[in-house]
Structure formats: structure tokens, C-alpha cells
């Protein structure tokens, strides 16, 4: 199967700052890729649809000043929280594929 | 609202037994299928993907997918205690690569 890195694996922020996870295809090329937050003991909530080359798509009550979600490259999808909050803390979860989605290992954030 | 409903469990069953699972959805524009395994701290890992009617078999693992009855199933022979873990369906969302995930059942198998 496809193969999908992440990158920090987990980082403890102060509030206000901003944190950014990068999403990687190892070995297919990524025109969208999909970026997930779970919260402990839920379910994966979709956050956006990044497209490579454009706009991403976010998902209704996602703030997209808030989720900043470049895609620039076949390869490289990145989340930026800006000015991060405590409740921002969750596990990110990017995933990418060709016709099957394989996701990435998870970021897990925690904003103190 | 386009949903995808599983048994929230948990489920419990011996070592050696056959564990089943089961999964509805709404959409009936889903074209595509999967199963995936979450163990906790984890993110989630593909265990089947299924596109056509019937079965299909992966080692222990067999999917099943009834498209009439918008019915997709799980199961999975000869379980070990390796196999704890949530469980999550999921289904595109008509003819995109979106996918919409059921809340996972826990699955918990007893030495």
C-alpha cells in the first residue's frame, strides 16, 4: 500500500503560537490529501480536503483562517493551527492514496 | 447527512473464536469500502478494502458487502488478542475519494 509520513510526530506549544505539520507521499504522487482530527475516546472528524495546487476544501464549522492547508507540491501537504489554543490539543491525522486511503502515523498536539 | 452506523460495542470474544462486525450506510452512491484497524494512540490502518458485492478474503479476514441492503461486514477467524483494537468502517461519499466514518467498535478478544 501507499506509504504516508507525518511530521512532528507530537510537539507541546505554548497558546498564540502557531504549529505546523507536514504530510508526506513516500511513494505515490498526492493531487489530495485528507486532514482528520480525533479527539481521545472519538471518532475521526474530517477537517479539509487539500488539493494540490489550489484551494483546500474545509469541512462546515472548521475554520479555515485558523487550519492554514498548503498543498504546493505532489508530495507535501502542510497544516499550520494558527495561534493555537488548549482546546486545539487533539491527534491530526493526514491520509493520501491512490483509490484507497492510507494514513500517515499522526501528529499528536498539545497546547499548554 | 450522509452516515455510516456501527455497533459501538465493545465486542468481546475468545481466542480462536470468529469475531464479526457490521457496518450500515446511508449513501447509496458509495462506491468504495474499507475496513480499518485503530489500535489506541494510534492513527488508523487499512485492513480491507471491498468494491463489489460478495466476499472477499484477506488471511483471517473476510469483508462482505451487500449494496441492496447497504450492509458491509467484517469478520475475522481464528481471532488473537493482537486483535483489540477499534474497528472503523468507511465509505466514499458518492463518486469522491471523501471518505465518512462510522464512531468504530471496539473489539476486545480474551486469551
Known amino acids: 500500500g501507499a506509504v504516508v509520513s507525518q511530521h512532528p510526530s507530537w510537539v507541546i506549544c505554548k497558546s498564540g503560537t502557531s504549529v505546523k505539520i507536514e504530510c508526506r507521499s513516500l511513494d505515490f504522487q498526492a493531487t489530495t490529501m485528507f486532514w482528520y482530527r480525533q479527539f481521545p475516546k472519538q471518532s475521526l472528524m474530517l477537517m479539509a480536503t487539500s488539493n494540490e495546487g489550489s484551494k483546500a476544501t474545509y469541512e462546515q464549522g472548521v475554520e479555515k483562517d485558523k487550519f492554514l492547508i498548503n498543498h504546493a507540491s505532489l508530495t507535501l501537504s502542510t497544516l499550520t493551527v494558527t495561534s493555537a489554543h488548549p482546546e486545539d490539543s487533539s491527534f491530526y491525522i493526514c491520509?493520501?492514496?491512490?483509490?484507497?486511503?492510507?494514513f500517515g502515523p499522526g501528529t499528536r498536539l498539545t497546547v499548554l | 447527512q450522509k452516515e455510516v452506523e456501527q455497533n459501538s460495542g465493545p465486542l468481546s470474544v475468545p481466542e480462536g473464536a470468529i469475531a464479526s462486525l457490521n457496518c450500515t450506510y446511508s449513501?447509496?452512491?458509495?462506491?468504495?469500502f474499507f475496513w480499518y484497524r485503530q489500535y489506541s494512540g494510534k492513527s488508523p490502518e487499512l485492513i480491507m478494502f471491498?468494491?463489489?458485492?460478495g466476499d472477499k478474503e484477506d488471511g483471517r479476514f473476510t469483508a462482505q458487502l451487500n449494496k441492496a441492503s447497504q450492509y458491509v461486514s467484517l469478520l475475522i477467524r481464528d481471532s488473537q488478542p493482537s486483535d483489540s483494537a477499534t474497528y472503523l468502517c468507511?465509505?466514499?461519499?458518492?463518486?469522491?475519494?471523501?471518505?465518512?466514518f462510522g464512531k468504530g467498535t471496539k473489539l476486545t478478544v480474551n486469551p
Open positions: 468507511a465509505v466514499t461519499q458518492g463518486g469522491s475519494e471523501k471518505l465518512v
Open positions: 449513501d447509496r452512491g458509495s462506491q468504495s
Open positions: 491520509s493520501g492514496g491512490v483509490n484507497t486511503q492510507y
Open positions: 471491498i468494491y463489489s458485492n
